[in-house]
């Protein structure tokens, strides 16, 4: 025998068995996970349906207790004896009465205790009759008014039972759902043996409910019926009127007990009790219950045959798919050094980890290579840089040297007005073709502001009235230079740009510990879109059309500070605009 028929004898050896186990122990581990849940829903169940069943004795027992009270067992609708003051009182104490029983003291969900009573003389005509499932109350009806299932009740001669009750009044304009579950008693009077109402105990589908949620089941459904399978309330909402139970799960004459269901689609684990006419059915898809074991068992069929495969795989290709290409990147990394030419890569049309280590660190010593070259470049980039700035610094003195000697000679030829413009100018263009320095004080930047604004009111005659009120211990706070001018600029053309002397701008600052506000305000009387500024102002790709220099100003003041400083829009309260600079008070400059 070769070796190739070898490992194909020792790979049938090593996976038949398996196969076989893997089979047997599934089918033996579904059985016998099945009967054990089984039986777990059994005795939940059993608990389960001992809480509804408590409950539903709670409720009985409060409604006795509201069968034998004096005030309602002396109500008397056909009677004309009593004035409409006492039948207003006797109306609010039966509200009073059912509120008190209607309140929980614990966190559970609260039942609704109402009182329906028959009034075809309308005497309780001050009473308002248009219940809703999750109110108590006392409601007096008329024969048009009479619910559909008033008569059903009466008939049933004071017994209590459970009904899925559409409405609780004949539908009217506006009314709503009032879809519940009730549960319904006549009240019997103790003295003539007539009827005095009937009692209905609303919102029993959440009570249910809250014990039903206690349980979880895998996919499963939980379903409380009558005795006819009329599903009365389940843990999901959407449910027909009669839950379809297989043949096999017919009680038969047993009257009360439990009763188990195992067929190829589901697990029905039903509690039924006759005398109650209440059974309460669990519903577990075999399938959802066995999706952990089936997911279990995949793993180690994938398991089982990646060992097997890896095991052929290693015997068969070690040497060449893994120690050649190994020595071969040995033999490159002593060889390599920065700078160095490197080969083609090899192995580029494989993709196992070795492959994958080769690619990688040829690409390494590209990218080092690349990385030495672009250093030199930069080097050789950033003398140039640095040449051209002392070229350019010269442009900037030129500049304020030539405007000096023409304030100056303006000055000495009695242009004072001229020689003031030029004097404001100077002090602008000092700060704005300044380098090196993108953070000033506010109080330079202040300066270059008063500039500017003598500057429009020298050159058009402005009337307007400007005030500055900045605390002295915030003149040497950090500002962006060219921050203020822009603001101010936009508050002249679209504020008091044509108000003369009625215009007012007014800059102002507050701060503490750690921010500083600085306000600029005026007085407008156009109408400014707000949202659209501040949306500009948030938005990470702008129309550029439209507000570059506000939104130049909040790109540079966020670079410089972060998100959370920045600039915004406004109405004052007095009318006009109001724009808000949010700067950190920590950073300073000296003064």
């Known amino acids: 025998m070769n070796v190739k028929q070898q490992l194909i004898l020792l790979f049938l050896v090593m996976v038949i068995p398996i196969i076989i186990l893997n089979a047997y122990g599934n089918n033996k581990a579904g059985q016998i996970l099945k009967r054990h849940v089984t039986n777990a829903y059994i005795e939940l169940n059993k608990q389960n349906f001992r809480l509804i069943n408590r409950d539903i004795e709670a409720i009985n027992k409060v409604t006795s207790t509201v069968f034998k009270n004096t005030l309602i067992q002396q109500l008397n609708p056909l009677s004309t004896e009593e004035t409409v003051l006492e039948r207003v009182k006797n109306y609010e104490e039966l509200e009073n009465l059912l509120i008190v029983y209607s309140q929980e003291t614990d966190e559970r969900e609260p039942l609704y205790y109402s009182l329906y009573i028959y009034d075809p003389l309308n005497t309780y005509f001050f009473a308002p009759f248009y219940p809703s499932p999750k109110k108590s109350g006392v409601y007096f009806f008329a024969d048009d008014e009479k619910p559909e299932w008033f008569d059903e009740a009466v008939d049933k001669k004071g017994k209590g039972y459970l009904r899925q009750v559409e409405r609780l009044s004949p539908p009217s304009k506006g009314q709503g759902n009032q879809k519940t579950l009730a549960y319904i008693?006549?009240?019997?009077?103790?003295?003539?043996?007539?009827?005095?109402?009937?009692?209905?105990?609303?919102n029993l589908d959440a009570r249910i409910n809250e014990s039903l949620q206690t349980v979880s089941l895998p996919e499963g459904e939980l379903y409380f019926t009558d005795w006819d399978n009329r599903i009365l309330t389940a843990s999901s909402p959407d449910h027909g009127a009669v839950l379809q139970l297989p043949p096999e799960a017919d009680p038969?004459?047993?009257?009360?007990?439990?009763?188990?269901?195992?067929t190829d689609e589901f697990i029905y684990v039903i509690n039924y009790n006759e005398?109650?006419?209440?059974?309460?059915?669990?519903?577990?898809?075999?399938?959802?219950?066995?999706?952990?074991?089936?997911?279990?068992?995949?793993?180690?069929?994938?398991?089982?045959?990646a060992y097997l495969i890896i095991g052929l795989f290693i015997m068969l290709y070690f040497w060449r798919s893994l120690m050649t290409p190994l020595q071969k990147l040995v033999y490159f990394v002593r060889r390599y050094e920065p700078g160095k030419v490197v080969p083609e890569t090899p192995r580029r049309d494989r993709y196992d980890e070795i492959s994958v280590l080769i690619n990688t660190i040829y690409d390494m010593a590209r990218r080092l290579n690349a990385m030495v070259h672009y250093k030199y470049t930069m080097d050789l980039k950033q003398k140039e840089s640095q040449l051209q700035l002392l070229y350019q610094q010269i442009n900037p003195h030129l500049l304020y040297n030539t405007l000096e000697s023409i304030y100056w000679k303006s000055e000495m030829e009695g242009k004072t007005a001229s020689a003031e413009m030029i004097k404001e100018l100077s002090k602008l263009m000092k700060i704005s073709l300044s380098r090196g320095r993108e953070l000033i004080t506010l109080q330079e930047e202040l300066e270059h502001a008063s500039a500017y604004i003598k500057?429009?009111?020298?050159?058009?005659?402005?009337l307007f009235q400007v005030s500055i009120d900045i605390p002295e211990e915030l003149l040497s706070v950090a500002i962006p230079k060219i921050t203020l001018q822009p603001l101010i600029e936009n508050a002249i053309i679209h504020g008091v740009k044509h108000m003369g002397e009625d215009g007012r701008i007014s800059i102002s600052a507050a701060g503490d510990d750690a921010n500083i506000l600085i306000f600029i305000e005026d007085n407008g009387y156009k109408a400014v879109d707000y949202e659209t500024i501040n949306r500009l102002l948030r938005d990470e790709s702008p129309n550029?059309?439209?507000?570059?220099?506000i939104r130049n100003i909040q790109q540079r003041i966020?670079?410089?500070?972060?998100?959370?400083?920045?600039?915004?829009?406004?109405?004052?309260?007095?009318g006009g605009t109001k724009a808000t600079l949010h700067l950190p008070k920590s950073v300073q400059l000296p003064e």
């Open 455 to 462: 500057l429009q009111q020298h050159r058009y005659d402005y």
């Open 275 to 305: 005398v109650l006419q209440q059974k309460l059915v669990y519903k577990v898809p075999v399938q959802a219950l066995l999706q952990q074991q089936n997911e279990i068992k995949q793993v180690i069929q994938l398991i089982s045959i």
């Open 185 to 202: 008693r006549a009240i019997n009077s103790i003295y003539n043996n007539g009827t005095i109402g009937v009692l209905v105990v609303t």
């Open 558 to 574: 966020r670079l410089h500070f972060g998100p959370e400083y920045g600039l915004a829009y406004e109405r004052r309260t007095e």
């Open 252 to 262: 038969g004459a047993s009257a009360i007990g439990v009763k188990d269901l195992i």
């Open 544 to 549: 550029t059309d439209f507000g570059y220099g």
